[in-house]
């Protein structure tokens, strides 16, 4: 119960990765609030948040106000997940700046806006921790993964610089790199092309897909009192990948 007395809110916490967070952060004490547009998906059997609420995390206005009714019916919150964001897919030379700012707007700006809104009750009670889901792309990438790998390198930056300006206040700031992980959307994506997902599968170290719940222990350990040394980190979830492709 290493986040007994915690509350924790995890963007994108409906499904896939962010849900997999919810049910452990439940599973390790805490009570747990899920920003998201979607509701809870139905297939999945892991537990849903003590508190959903539908909240675009790119709206100032929205995160300020779902951060005040977090507040008023679990507490304070004292962990924040910056898991929410989609990938995108675009050449470079014909993606229109509405839809650069859009994607930004989502896999970045929404971190720094939902940071933002904790802020007050973690320096207040000199106790916090955010953690960022980055990607392996933020570091490692390849070709057709613009813009996606821009912005994640981005909450890179956000991360580091956040963990140097809140130090001071008592809370720290780390992110998590996933890198293959079976999600319901990317099995899907997978089967639709047998062979690909072979070859996929064959280069990652371990030979298989990570698993969400793999990924949400890794950002229970960073939002708990066993890492209270540990800031401005940067861990991959990655299966070994980031290691096979460090010095191409």
């Given amino acids: 119960m290493v986040l007994a007395g915690e509350v924790v809110v995890v963007t994108g916490g409906a499904r896939g990765i962010g849900r997999a967070i919810v049910h452990r952060s439940r599973a390790d004490g805490a009570r747990v609030a899920a920003l998201d547009l979607t509701a809870p998906d139905p297939t999945e059997t892991l537990d849903t948040?003590?508190?959903?609420?539908?909240?675009?995390?790119?709206d100032e206005r929205a995160v300020a106000a779902a951060i005040e009714r977090v507040s008023a019916a679990l507490g304070a919150p004292s962990v924040l997940v910056n898991n929410a964001g989609v990938n995108a897919y675009a050449d470079p030379g014909a993606m229109p700046s509405e839809e650069w700012d859009a994607f930004f707007a989502l896999d970045l700006k929404a971190a720094f806006l939902?940071?933002?809104?904790?802020?007050?009750?973690?320096?207040?009670?000199?106790?916090?921790?955010?953690?960022?889901?980055?990607?392996?792309?933020?570091?490692?990438?390849?070709?057709?993964?613009f813009p996606y790998a821009a912005a994640k390198a981005g909450l890179l930056g956000l991360t580091r610089s956040l963990a140097l300006d809140l130090a001071a206040d008592g809370i720290r700031v780390n992110a998590v790199c996933p890198g293959l992980i079976g999600t319901r959307l990317?099995?899907?994506s997978l089967g639709r092309d047998p062979e690909a997902a072979e070859r996929l599968l064959a280069a990652q170290p371990l030979e298989r897909m990570g698993e969400p719940a793999e990924v949400a222990a890794v950002v229970a350990f960073l939002a708990s009192v066993d890492?209270?040394?540990?800031?401005?980190a940067t861990i991959m979830v990655d299966g070994g990948l980031s290691a096979k492709y460090a010095g191409a």
């Fill in 227 to 232: 890492a209270s040394f540990v800031t401005g």
């Fill in 114 to 145: 939902c940071s933002r809104a904790v802020l007050g009750g973690m320096r207040a009670a000199r106790h916090g921790a955010i953690v960022n889901v980055s990607s392996i792309h933020a570091l490692h990438t390849a070709r057709g993964y």
């Fill in 186 to 188: 990317s099995r899907e």
């Fill in 49 to 58: 948040a003590d508190l959903h609420l539908e909240c675009d995390v790119t």
